[in-house]
């Protein structure tokens, strides 16, 4: 069954290679600015530990040190980022894609919220061909006889094999 | 003589060989499927291998352990997925490898070398059990602290050119290392009033999504309408020619020195090993530059590591009865169970034990070998898939994974989260290698730390040989790298000012 989907669905490829991501000042603040705001609230969050026995060496000293890393680290990002900001190794995101990852999201919290309600085999195979559809995929076999298949799969591994209480 | 006569002759039941085969199936099934690791498989097997006489329930046991071991490095190579945190670093180069179309020498290569590396460990298990475990017996908290930091010193290493960010990544894991527990007092740190958080991040779902849901949802986030972006729909060469054999040499002998050291270190394991091995590979390595894009030496040599520590951690298993990881902590309950007490009298009252488990790991690592030898032809349809099948199978086959690991949805959530922090780390060109190493040596490094401290203040690391031989070497590692950059620039820019033409 995989095999007749690969033939038909996989074959010519060619497609030009999208440009990389280019280098961006703001977007290295951006995160500098990020890893400052953790590094701060790190420092701040260390009241919430409340420590049984006081003492220097105690449960708050190590996440101090590490607090006062992400705030060292964050001025050496924003200093690298001015001087000599790198672009990640990425292709650019699109606004398709962005809109199909969202809809992934989507799809797998319902899942999770609905999995609490129903059987395992019950929301899964829905689940399957809802990735499926967003992602492009259309068809029976795409729909139905991919999820069966996949769903049958898993619960045969994790349920019947590895005894997980699916 | 006679203990390894009677220790191999005890095997010769058939039985063993069919619980041996069994072991092999299903550690090789889950080593491959992301999320379930080789101790959630051996645990669920001792449940029913104890009715089984000792040979026969150790024969499923350790085939499953060696086994796991060559599984787990199939969907690292071909979807960037850990199979086990002991593949972690086969993804560095592993993927790449995939996506230049060199799949099919990736995955050969890898079984060949994690063989080699198996067989070092039971060789060492064989030949060198006792006077390692007395070296192990040496690591206090100050030489655990010294080794924690040579190995956190690989931050550096496995964060390639973005040295600054790999180090903030580096640092947000050793923060994330800090959810849960304290380790020496017990209070609650970061966990939000959740009790799924007091025994710390799971590590599970942290490389799962960092790695695993990472990577597919930049794939998504990347997709254009009508576009269909280039497959790995080929493995390329399957045999790796004589040069490539010749390439993995090297690496692979630092990968079994390093796996044998760290297997015999309790509770230090295949991941950290993998991770230390392709740090020393790339050190000592002609092509350094090529590690993290798709370098064999870089498949080579954390393979050969992870496997390598299984002899190590059985040693220190039998030899002193303190589990060398948590599959020999499974095995040892086992062993206990059945009237077999590991420990310095074993080798002593039992010595054809040692020998029958150590021949039994010897065929399984044979038995797995040839397994993914054949194995490997039908991954060629699983790559042809399109992406989206692909996305659909990954995500799924991680939810159910992560969520099988302990039965609990937290860890799912958790897993989508760390997908979405994984995805806006690559966006941001953080790399996620030392967020997971910082998770791992988190841990180790804040307790054994702060208890060298509370015993004997700095001394007590500062007086310690094997803690001073191991941060020397901590700071060459960081240095001499860049001390020899430095050292090569300013003898080119001599010579250029010396020969201006020529320059």
């Known amino acids: 069954m995989m095999s007749g989907i690969t033939e038909q669905e996989s074959a010519p490829e060619a497609e030009a290679a999208p440009p990389a991501l280019a280098a961006s ?81 989507a799809l797998i919290v319902g899942y999770g919220a609905a999995w609490y309600q129903l059987h395992f085999l019950v929301v899964t195979v829905p689940l399957i061909a809802g990735l499926v559809f967003v992602t492009g995929g259309r068809g029976i076999r795409a729909l139905l006889v991919f999820p069966l298949l996949t769903t049958g799969l898993l619960y045969v591994i994790f349920g019947l094999l590895l005894q997980v209480p699916l | ?41 051996v645990a669920l097997a001792a449940g029913f291998t104890l009715t089984l006489e000792p040979l ?54 890898s079984a060949l070398v994690s063989a080699f590396g198996s067989v070092v460990g039971i060789l060492i298990l064989i030949f060198a059990a006792q006077p390692l475990a007395g070296i192990a017996l040496q690591f206090g908290p100050a030489e655990m602290f010294a080794l924690v930091v040579f190995g956190l010193t690989m931050m550096v290493g496995v964060s390639g050119e973005k040295v600054a960010k790999g180090l903030v990544a580096g640092v947000v894991g050793l923060l994330l290392g800090t959810v849960g ?43 254009r309408r009508g576009a269909r972006p280039a497959l790995i729909t080929q493995l390329g060469s399957w045999w790796p020619s004589r040069s490539e054999r010749r390439e993995l040499r090297r690496p692979a002998a630092i990968g079994a020195g390093v796996g044998a050291v760290v297997g015999v270190i309790p509770a230090a394991g295949g991941d950290i090993a993998g991770v230390i091995a392709w740090d020393q590979a790339r050190r000592a390595s002609k092509h350094p530059e090529k590690f993290g894009k798709g370098s064999l030496e870089g498949l080579a040599a954390p393979d050969t590591a992870s496997t390598a520590t299984m002899g190590g ?163 060459l590692a960081v240095a001499g790298p860049r001390l020899r950059a430095a050292a090569r620039s300013r003898r080119r820019k001599t010579e250029r000012d010396r020969d201006p033409v020529a320059g």
């Open chain 1, 25 to 105: 000042r703001v977007r290295e603040l951006g995160a500098a600015a990020v890893v400052l705001a953790a590094g701060i609230g790190v420092l701040l969050a260390r009241s919430t530990i409340v420590a049984a026995h006081e003492s220097e060496l105690g449960p708050q000293w190590w996440p101090t040190v590490l607090g006062v890393a992400l705030i060292v680290g964050a001025v050496a990002l924003a200093t690298l980022g001015l001087t000599r900001p790198s672009a990640p190794e990425e292709e650019p995101a699109s606004g398709h894609g962005v809109a199909q990852l969202i809809a992934v999201l």
């Open chain 2, 181 to 223: 527990r304290d380790p020496i007092t017990g209070d609650q740190r970061f966990t939000l009033g959740l009790p799924e958080l007091s025994s710390g991040i799971p590590f599970i779902a942290a490389i799962v999504g960092l790695f695993g849901i990472a990577e597919v949802f930049n794939q998504i986030v990347c997709a």
């Open chain 2, 1 to 41: 003589m006679s203990a390894l006569l009677d220790g191999v002759g005890a095997l010769l039941d058939p039985t063993i060989g069919l619980c041996l085969l069994i072991g092999v199936l299903l550690g090789t099934l889950v080593g491959a499927i992301p999320g379930v690791t080789a101790t959630m498989a």
């Open chain 2, 313 to 475: 951690s059985v040693t220190t298993t039998l030899a002193l009865g303190v589990p060398g990881d948590s599959v020999m902590a499974v095995m040892l309950g086992s062993m206990i169970i059945w009237g077999l007490q590991p420990g310095p009298s074993l080798f002593v009252n039992s010595p054809d034990l040692v020998f029958s488990l150590a021949t039994i790991m010897l065929v399984a690592t044979a038995v797995t070998l040839g397994l993914s030898l054949l194995r490997l032809q039908g991954v060629v349809k699983l790559l042809a898939l399109p992406q989206r099948y692909l996305w659909a199978v990954i995500i799924t086959f991680c939810m159910v994974g992560t969520f099988a690991v302990q039965n609990n949805p937290f860890d799912v959530a958790l897993m989508l989260v760390f997908g979405v922090l994984g995805l806006g780390m690559r966006r941001f060109g953080f790399p996620a290698g030392p967020m997971v190493l910082g998770l791992i040596l988190g841990p180790l490094a804040e307790s054994n730390l702060r208890r060298a401290l509370l015993i004997d203040g700095a001394n007590g690391i500062l007086t310690s040989p094997i803690a001073l031989a191991l941060l020397a070497l901590s700071v």
């Open chain 2, 56 to 109: 026969q329930g150790l024969s499923v046991l350790l085939a499953i352990y060696v086994a796991a071991q060559f599984g787990d490095r199939v969907p690292a190579i071909l979807i960037n997925t850990p199979g086990t945190p002991a593949s972690i670093a086969t993804t560095f180069d592993g993927y790449p490898l995939a996506k230049q179309g060199r799949a099919g020498v990736a995955l050969t290569s």
